[in-house]
């Protein structure tokens, strides 16, 4: 299952869950995203010929980040670029997560593994804009 979660028309994340399975392979971002998500079902002896990257200046304006949850159950809560409590998702064992707009927090529900990938070079804390989370009695956990 892709579920895209938007916000007045901007896609805020693309969670691919756990369950999901296609054949071949499925691109779910758009070409001009800086941080690219796709699915691979290849068979047995399939060949992906060797390569190497060439290189190409490009020009990253916002950070965009992939959570893959390794283990235990996590809270992804949802806000728009003014800070604004949206809603809140929860991600399990198995499920990826792209951070594509917006703002976002997490609570761990469980204990949990989380991997995360994102553009750098990593900028420590200009990197981000941190602030208070939603309180926990106006949660809305979206199915």
Known sequence: MIEKIYHKNTLLSIIIKSEYHAKGIQFFTPDEYSQQLAYMNREKDYIITPH??????????????????????????????????????????????????????????????????????????????RFDPIPKEKIFIEE
């Open 52 to 129: 190497v990257h060439s290189a190409q200046k490009r020009n990253v304006q916002i950070t965009q980040e992939v959570l893959f949850i390794k283990s235990g159950k996590v809270r992804i809560d949802y806000y728009d670029d003014q800070k604004s409590y949206l809603k809140s998702k929860i991600l399990f064992q198995g499920d990826v997560v792209l951070l594509a707009s917006g703002g976002h927090g997490f609570q761990m529900l469980e204990n949990s593994e989380i991997i995360e990938v994102k553009q750098g070079p990593y900028t420590g804390e200009n990197d981000k804009i």
